[in-house]
């Protein structure tokens, strides 16, 4: 889907690689613009009265979400927790290489213990269902809400 204003950037990272499987193309979307509400995967843009602070990866609904690198689970998140959103309301804490961070609209396969670099770790969750049209994407949050994107 093109957005206006939002270049993609299509990279692996060092930290954060095999997060989506090897069949879906892993984009993130980035914007020079720091105030709009145009379009998903914005760092720190604003939306109505609320700042974006993540980095979204565009990922089809139903792929599978692997490791990042070696980490730790530390529980799963409820993003919403709203009735109407229930399809996507799920995510998980994940600690490694000095990092803490969630990761939002993804179904955990386990939520606690171990888990080394590309192994799965849940499948993205059906975002169209409650956000027809959208770019699907899983959101990816820093504890602090630090910026992620040196990370990718």
Same mark, same amino acid.
């Given at each position: 889907?093109? %957005?206006?204003?939002?270049?993609?950037?299509?990279?692996?990272?060092?930290?954060?690689?095999? %997060?989506?499987s090897s069949a879906t193309s892993s984009r993130v979307k980035l914007t020079s613009s720091s105030r709009s509400e145009e379009a998903v995967g914005r760092l720190l843009c604003f939306r109505g009265d609320r700042t974006h602070q993540g980095l979204d990866i565009v990922c089809r609904d139903g792929s599978a979400v692997y490791a990042p690198f070696d980490v730790t689970l530390h529980g799963k998140v409820t993003v919403y927790n709203r009735p109407e959103k229930a399809a996507i309301d799920s995510g998980i804490n994940l600690h490694g290489q000095g990092l803490r961070f969630k990761l939002f609209y993804v179904q955990p396969d386990k939520t606690s213990g171990s888990v080394r670099k590309g192994q799965r770790i849940g499948t993205m969750l059906p975002m169209q269902s409650v956000y027809p049209g959208i770019t699907s994407h899983i959101h990816v949050q820093m504890y602090d809400r630090s910026d992620p994107t040196p990370y990718f």
């Open positions: 889907m093109f %957005i206006p204003g939002v270049r993609d950037i299509v990279h692996e990272s060092q930290q954060f690689c095999c %997060i989506l």
